[in-house]
């Protein structure tokens, strides 16, 4: 599989958010070598409150369950241009899906990295395969112009901003 073929898929949604004014996230979620279902971020515009749920992963997956209600998803890969947090990594795991492919890390809420052994036997007991860093700068460079934009109020002064605007 092409995985950087189908992160510049991702990236694609992910400056269509951007363009919109929302946080520079695409997903899409590949089985074989065909794109079935994807989604990027939406509800980060309004500077008053965020929509904390519609995350691209979350999107892709509502859709992911129309496309494919019945069908083995272990088999399916997830691509994302930044490190699902621990609400999507967590439906991820739910959905069957068991690789992800991302691009940028997120030092404040990513949730790859999570240590599964404290966890009950249904989740300390999947396998998953994580694959980080595809087109890391491609999207870092998305992120970086997001948060230049004084426009952009969602994340300003957050850790994960600050970490971002250091990166080269």
């Known amino acids: 599989?092409?995985?950087?073929?189908?992160?510049?898929?991702?990236?694609g949604l992910a400056k269509t958010a951007m363009n919109a004014g929302?946080?520079?996230?695409?997903?899409?979620?590949?089985?074989?070598?065909?794109v079935i279902a994807s989604g990027f971020r939406t509800g980060t515009s309004h500077k008053d409150s965020a929509n904390e749920i519609d995350h691209a992963e979350?999107?892709?997956l509502r859709k992911l369950s129309h496309v494919k209600p019945d069908g083995d998803q272990s088999k399916t890969v997830l691509f994302c241009t930044m490190e699902p947090c621990l609400m999507c990594f967590g439906a991820i795991l739910l959905s069957g899906i068991r690789t992800i492919v991302y691009a940028y890390e997120d030092v404040m809420g990513g949730g790859t990295n999570m240590d599964f052994s404290g966890l009950s036997p249904f989740y300390k007991?999947?396998?998953?395969?994580?694959?980080?860093?595809?087109?890391?700068?491609?999207?870092?460079?998305?992120?970086?112009?997001?948060?230049?934009?004084p426009?952009?109020?969602?994340?300003?002064?957050?850790l994960l901003e600050q970490y971002t605007m250091k990166q080269r």
């Open 22 to 34: 929302e946080f520079p996230v695409g997903c899409v979620i590949v089985d074989g070598e065909k």
């Open 151 to 158: 426009e952009n109020s969602y994340w300003k002064g957050s």
């Open 58 to 60: 979350m999107l892709a």
């Open 1 to 11: 599989m092409d995985y950087e073929y189908f992160m510049k898929k991702a990236l």
């Open 125 to 149: 007991d999947i396998q998953i395969t994580i694959v980080p860093h595809i087109l890391r700068a491609e999207s870092l460079s998305l992120f970086q112009t997001y948060f230049s934009n």
